[in-house]
């Protein structure tokens, strides 16, 4: 959470090699009002399209989406890192 307590950042680790994770992010005292940016990095999708054949690579998805209310849900692809970082109204 910010100093002033406007903005809350979430890092997130899915490890399982095979399947996604569903997660629920629910504050007690305050709400979220606005565009929620997240950003994800994955293993990558297809070995056999790297560019140097002994280097593994990531995959980078970057988007956003409206939340409002005190919970915030979404989906944790496999083998991934997401950071969620939200507005809050107090």
């Known amino acids: 959470m910010s100093a002033g ?6 890092t997130l680790v899915n490890r399982n090699p095979a399947d996604a ?3 629920d992010v629910v ?3 305050l709400a979220f009002g606005g565009e929620a940016r997240i950003g994800c990095v994955t293993a990558e999708r297809d070995p056999a399209a790297r560019v140097l054949p002994d280097v593994e690579g990531a995959f980078l998805e970057q988007g956003s989406r ?8 979404f989906t944790l692809p496999p083998q991934s890192f997401t950071v969620v970082e939200a507005p ?3």
């Open 5 to 10: 307590r406007d903005r809350l950042a979430v």
């Open 21 to 23: 994770e569903s997660v």
């Open 27 to 29: 504050l007690r005292d």
């Open 66 to 73: 409206p939340v409002k209310g005190a919970a915030l849900s």
């Open 88 to 90: 809050l109204l107090g």
